[in-house]
């Protein structure tokens, strides 16, 4: 189970690694992700599979189109067990 | 004994910068294996090589910039006895293997920069450094020369950490670029690269422009079927295993080259030469601006499942900076798909010596009438830019039929 912070960072180091030119410390909680950051259909497919992969949860794909920013990402996937 | 040359990787390519050699001379190769990394205005490429064989010589060091079509290296095929062959010289044609017909756009446009100078094998450096892309590519931009800079990562591996003090301690010392050419040629920085991407895209474009008669043509599918199907399927397995609407897409139109097999096919400056196999070039923008177009290979007749995972693959490699050259030479159409841009339709500029381009916009609902009734529909605007010295208006419009068909049986896809 992750906190909501814990959800935060990981959320932050994945869009690290796909969108390295972006000031992450300067994206607002409640922008957002896809027209902040310029990210494409398969941007956001791989930051949803690195999101899974680092806090060990599954993303139902009705769920996924809900998780349009950081607070929307905290507030789903904070304190959800594994299902796996 | 085989010549391996500098490769085009695209017709905008003129010329690239040899980083490292990955083999050294008595390598044995294999057909695929990675044999250089050449910096272009695209990133770093690793070239590959389509002649196994034993590596003979290397005849271009690191750091030197020379045209496409330069020997770059001799290699001993098959089990043909080790020779002390002088070298022939270079004759400006770049070879690509059996199996790969010269591009005929790089015969036909000759090259814009003088004949390579011959080097001589003894100033080659083989040893591969330990250096991770990332680094490499922070001592490009700093100007700090790897060979210069001691690794602590492991296996002594050189890490940003180093390239930074390195940088601090002022340990510019380019070895290579004191052999052939000013630094600024040799290790372009970032900044450097991008002008040259512009440009190097607007001399393919302009040539695009120029020469090729284009013919545009458009249709609105109802993807209803294929939505639904997706849906059903995505809700079944976990994230990595999903599928985006775009990679039907782009299955349908490889599919749909059945119909009018002179839409996948090169321009060779007289005649149309025909690809039997399909590789559709997937435009990707890259961050800062510009796009690269990478071949997904095989995409006719691979899974879907298989075109998603390659897909996804190229979009970050291709951002990283980390392509093949196969994947930069060899598609055969482009389909491009400004859908995630809001746009409803994108109308192509083909990519010479292509013959054509599709273009998909976003999916988005639309009133639609079914069997007299209204509904509302997921629908795509489809279009075809195509070279009317190739194919007409009517054959297009069958390709973008076949396109509309196969999409309504998403299963079959």
Redesign the interface.
């Known amino acids: 189970m992750a906190t909501r912070e814990e959800v935060r960072a990981a959320a932050l180091a994945v869009l690290g690694g796909?969108?390295?030119?972006a000031d992450l410390t300067a994206l607002g909680a409640d922008v957002p992700l896809r027209r902040g950051l310029?990210l494409?259909?398969?941007?956001f497919?791989?930051f949803?599979?690195g999101l899974?992969k680092a806090l060990g949860v599954?993303?139902?794909?009705?769920e996924?189109a809900a998780l349009t920013t950081l607070t929307a990402c905290m507030d789903r996937l904070a304190a959800r067990s594994s299902p796996r | 004994m085989a010549e391996f040359r500098m490769p085009t990787l695209g017709a905008d390519m003129q010329a690239g910068t040899v980083v490292a050699w990955l083999k050294k001379p008595g390598d044995v190769l294999r057909r695929g294996d990675t044999l250089a990394e050449v910096d272009t205005e695209k990133g770093v490429i690793d070239v590959e090589v389509f002649t196994a064989g034993v590596l003979e010589a290397i005849v271009v060091p690191v750091g030197a910039k020379v045209p496409v079509g330069t020997v770059m290296a001799t290699i001993r095929a098959g089990a043909e006895p080790a020779a002390a062959l002088p070298l022939p010289p270079p004759r400006g044609l770049p070879e690509t293997g059996e199996e790969r017909p010269v591009t005929p756009a790089a015969r036909a446009t000759p090259p814009l920069i003088p004949p390579a100078p011959i080097y001589a094998p003894g100033l080659v450096a083989t040893e591969r450094l330990k250096i991770s892309p990332a680094a490499r590519r922070l001592a490009r931009e700093l100007g700090v020369d790897p060979a210069a800079v001691t690794g602590t990562g492991r296996s002594g591996a050189i890490t940003r950490g180093d390239v930074e003090q390195a940088a601090a301690r002022g340990a510019a010392a380019p070895r290579a670029a004191a052999i052939t050419a000013p630094p600024s040629a040799a290790m372009p920085a970032a900044g450097d690269r991008q002008a040259r991407m512009r440009r190097t895209i607007a001399a393919a474009m302009a040539r695009s422009k120029r020469e090729i008669p284009h013919y545009y043509l458009a249709t609105t599918i109802d993807l209803g079927r294929a939505m639904a199907w997706l849906a059903d399927r995505n809700a079944a397995v976990p994230v990595a295993e999903r599928l985006l609407p775009g990679v039907l897409l782009l299955k349908a139109a490889a599919l749909a080259v059945r119909e009018a097999p002179e839409l996948n096919a090169v321009w060779d400056g007289e005649r149309v030469v025909l690809r039997e196999t399909v590789h559709a070039g997937v435009a990707i923008a890259l961050r800062g601006g510009g796009l690269v177009i990478l071949a997904v290979h095989d995409t006719a007749t691979r899974p879907l499942a298989a075109l998603m995972t390659t897909v996804r693959e190229l979009t970050v490699r291709a951002r990283a900076g980390r392509m093949k050259s196969s994947e930069l030479a060899d598609s055969t159409l482009t389909v491009t798909s400004l859908g995630d841009r809001g746009v409803e339709a994108v109308y192509g500029v083909i990519y010479p010596p292509q013959v054509a381009i599709v273009g998909f916009g976003r999916i988005t609902d639309r009133p639609w009438a079914v069997n007299g009734g209204l509904c509302v529909r997921p629908v795509v605007t489809a279009t075809l830019a195509a070279d009317h010295r190739v194919s007409d208006g009517h054959r297009g419009g069958l390709f973008l039929d076949a396109v509309d068909r196969l999409l309504q049986e998403p299963e079959k896809l």
Not at chain 1, 40 to 43: F, I
Not at chain 1, 58 to 62: K, M, T, V
């Open positions: 796909i969108a390295p030119e310029d494409d259909s398969v941007d497919q791989n949803l599979i899974t599954e993303i139902a794909d009705r996924s």
